[in-house]
């Protein structure tokens, strides 16, 4: 699809493109005296496209999913940014970078974070809160239990034969607590624990 972009860009008279795709998914999830009231799984995706008339180079940010981009709507994006370009009188020439002739391969590792069971999380949670009550008899109230999980992926592809991409996750868990000495307690658990907090989840 991104191809698609590029190829559309390059027949209306761009002399060299690049589109940036980035998406990320994010979960939240909360929980208040045993009970969740946030349950918040959502997902987003978008773009950015630049393109070179003349030396000139101006860009466009636009969100869409796979299924809306029909050939029309393809050609509805690459004509906006050339109206973009059109409108510059900006003297410098741009250029987009080509790549290096190498990259370092990283090797990935699957954490496996989004296929643990949302149930399973939520027992993790309540743990968490019987834990936290049960740990100290000063402890009122458990006002902040959540778990955090967000996923990213870049992807960089350009007319110059440019294919690149990357990934990331991470997971947390935040739990704040109010003692009867007004006493705040917050302890944080995030990406560094995640083996732990993973397991955990697993063996519940």
Do not use: H, W
């Amino acid at each position: 699809m991104l191809q698609k972009i590029i190829d559309k860009a390059l027949e209306l008279g761009f002399e060299s493109v690049e589109i940036i795709e980035n998406v990320s998914d994010e979960v939240t999830i909360s929980l208040f005296k045993g009970v969740v009231d946030k349950n918040f799984n959502g997902s987003d995706k978008s773009y950015t496209l630049k393109g070179i008339i003349n030396g000139k180079m101006a860009l466009t940010k636009f969100q869409k999913n796979e299924a809306d981009f029909s050939e029309k709507e393809i050609e509805k994006i690459v004509l906006k940014l050339k109206e973009n370009v059109l409108t510059l009188n900006a003297k410098e020439e741009s250029s987009i970078f080509e790549g290096s002739k190498e990259y370092p391969v990283i090797e990935k590792i699957e954490s496996g974070i989004s296929e643990v069971p949302t149930k399973k999380k939520i027992a993790m949670l309540k743990e968490m809160e019987k834990v936290a009550y049960d740990y100290d008899e000063r402890i009122e109230l458990i006002n902040y239990c959540q778990y955090v999980e967000e996923k990213n992926s870049m992807r960089i592809v350009n007319s110059k034969g440019l294919n690149l991409s990357k990934s990331s996750e991470f997971c947390g868990f935040v739990l704040g607590t109010v003692a009867g000495d007004d006493t705040v307690l917050i302890v944080t658990k995030t990406s560094s624990d995640a083996e732990v907090v993973i397991k955990g989840l697993r063996s519940l």
